[in-house]
């Protein structure tokens, strides 16, 4: 199963910028490899990358073949209230994580 | 100074040339190869009528790659990120791989920093172009080349 890791300070000033890392395993098959029969392996890759601060949307990233596997993000946003960071990932073959951070800012 | 071409330094000039001739041959045949018109056309899909300028945006890029299998990329904007002047998006495209979009970046004036980082995969050694859209509605490019040495996408990882 796919596993998220994600870095975002647990405290911060209000209106400090901070940055958050994101990286989730996921093999981002490109569609362009061929198997050792000759077969074609179909693309399986994460699509969209989408993160939320207390609920509006603060980050979103398409992603596209040319992403390495295992997809490293880094992103900064402004620590505005305390609160979570929900991220989530989907792509192709119904591939959807989801996972929250919580914030406190001071 | 007249220099003697010595034996040596022919063959592998000679050598040399045949090796860039056989390698080109191979990679005209290779299918699913991006063209810089295949990233003019990606560009213009992004970017529409707009013209795009030169400057704001830095790539950072390591200048050699030993694997391109995943290339750390970061983009970087120059730019306040206020409400008012803000970076609305990042794009970024390449050259020569089978196609030409990496990824698109959406942010606003809550990122506070418009700096985003990635790893990337490059088939060949090739310019990294990442296109930026502002709340003004401009569009600022910035470029970086790669020496790419192991391809992504054809060989093993």
């Given at each position: 199963m796919a596993s998220a890791l994600i870095n975002v300070p647990a405290r911060a000033k209000r209106g400090e910028i901070i940055e958050v890392k994101t990286l989730i395993s996921h093999?981002?098959?490109?569609?362009?490899r061929r198997s050792q029969l000759g077969a074609l392996i179909p693309r399986d890759i994460i699509r969209l990358f989408v993160c939320t601060y207390n609920g509006t949307e603060v980050f979103r990233a398409e992603l596209h073949p040319?992403?390495?596997?295992n997809p490293f993000i880094v992103f900064s946003t402004v620590a505005t209230e305390s609160g979570t960071l929900a991220f989530r990932w989907t792509g192709d073959k119904g591939f959807s994580v989801a996972e929250s951070v919580a914030i406190t800012v001071a | 100074m007249k220099r003697r071409t010595s034996r040596r330094r022919f063959l592998l000039t000679a050598g040399g040339a045949a090796a860039g001739f056989g390698l080109a041959s191979v990679l005209q045949v290779t299918p699913a190869r991006a063209t810089p018109a295949a990233m003019q056309e990606a560009i213009s899909k992004v970017v529409g009528p707009a013209h795009v300028n030169t400057g704001r945006v830095k790539l950072e890029l390591p200048p050699l790659v030993e694997n391109g299998n995943a290339v750390p990329l970061t983009v970087s904007v120059e730019s306040p990120m206020s409400e008012s002047d803000h970076v609305r998006a990042i794009h970024v495209f390449t050259e020569k791989n089978p196609q030409p979009d990496v990824a698109s970046f959406h942010l606003g004036p809550r990122a506070g920093r418009a700096s985003v980082a990635t790893r990337i995969r490059l088939a060949d050694t090739q310019t990294v172009l990442a296109i930026c859209e502002l709340s003004d509605g401009s569009f600022w490019s910035g470029s970086g080349p790669v020496v790419v040495t192991l391809a992504a996408c054809l060989e093993e990882p």
């Open positions: 093999p981002m098959e490109t569609g362009y040319a992403i390495a596997a | -």
